[in-house]
């Protein structure tokens, strides 16, 4: 026992330091904003209300998500996603941009306990991102082993969390900055929610690079001739005592992005 404690210690402490050596970006500017950060109390499973962007991503919460789960999932994914934004910025590095990200959320304390990657070919010479992104991760939550009620709960926060953002004029236009400052794009669709206790995320991905100046990718048809596409999918499952020791790590390492990147929404 004791011996199993101290390997367990060990990993903490190794997932803890690894996140101390990871390196973002410095927000340029914030604009100041209100925007909700706490869930209502009388939430339930049956009601999912929160939609989230966080960086690149669009996350959605079903209403019995903890509090503590929801911000765990937003910091991790905003600190994963730049640290491999920093790292592996260029259309060509996208699969190795994947696996950076789903290295930093390990060490954030969100184990993947499925995980696939693979080039993305579409028909035709546009896209529409939503569209595409909600696809991917409706395959990638038809895999997760939970019961059925809380699949059909995934899709349907996703579902509503992507289309309750393109009447939220303030959410989209936050979306749009953070893929503007990195140049090369990538859209992410992710629903959390819980089982028997446990928070578990199921995350789909596709990357692309913008040709053009335009700011708008969502709701619109994308241009993807010759371009390189890849599609990403990971179910992550939380480790509380790994998350326990690196919250306040992300939380520093994060500074201001965790304001300027971050922006909830209801659905």
């Known amino acids: 026992m004791m011996h199993n404690q101290y390997i367990q210690r060990a990993y903490i402490s190794n997932c803890v330091g690894n996140l101390q050596q990871y390196e973002i970006d410095e927000p340029a500017a914030i604009q100041s904003r209100s925007f909700a950060l706490s869930l209502d109390s009388g939430d339930v499973v049956e009601a999912p209300t929160k939609g989230s962007i966080v960086g690149e991503g669009i996350l959605s919460f079903s209403g019995g998500l903890s509090d503590q789960n929801r911000s765990d999932a937003q910091n991790a994914f905003l600190f994963a996603s730049l640290v491999a934004n920093k790292k592996y910025?260029?259309?060509?590095?996208?699969?190795?941009?994947?696996?950076?990200?789903?290295?930093?959320?390990?060490?954030?304390?969100?184990?993947?306990?499925?995980?696939?990657?693979?080039?993305?070919?579409?028909?035709?010479?546009?896209?529409?991102?939503?569209?595409?992104?909600?696809?991917?991760?409706?395959?990638?939550?038809?895999?997760?082993?939970?019961?059925?009620?809380t699949t059909a709960l995934m899709l349907k926060v996703a579902g509503d969390a992507i289309a309750a953002l393109q009447k939220r004029d303030t959410a989209l236009t936050v979306y749009e900055r953070n893929l503007l400052n990195n140049g090369v794009g990538g859209v992410t669709a992710a629903a959390c929610t819980e089982v028997n206790g446990e928070a578990i995320m199921a995350m789909g991905a596709v990357r692309f690079l913008r040709r053009n100046t335009s700011t708008k990718v969502l709701f619109v048809d994308v241009d993807v001739r010759n371009v390189k596409l890849y599609r990403g999918e990971t179910v992550f499952a939380k480790n509380t005592l790994v998350a326990d020791a690196a919250r306040d790590t992300i939380r520093k390492k994060l500074g201001l992005n965790a304001v300027s990147k971050i922006e909830e929404y209801d659905i």
């Open 89 to 149: 910025p260029l259309e060509h590095q996208g699969q190795e941009w994947y696996l950076l990200f789903r290295e930093v959320m390990t060490n954030a304390g969100w184990t993947p306990v499925s995980k696939y990657y693979s080039n993305l070919e579409v028909a035709g010479t546009s896209v529409r991102m939503d569209k595409l992104v909600l696809e991917i991760l409706g395959s990638v939550i038809a895999g997760v082993a939970v019961p059925g009620p």
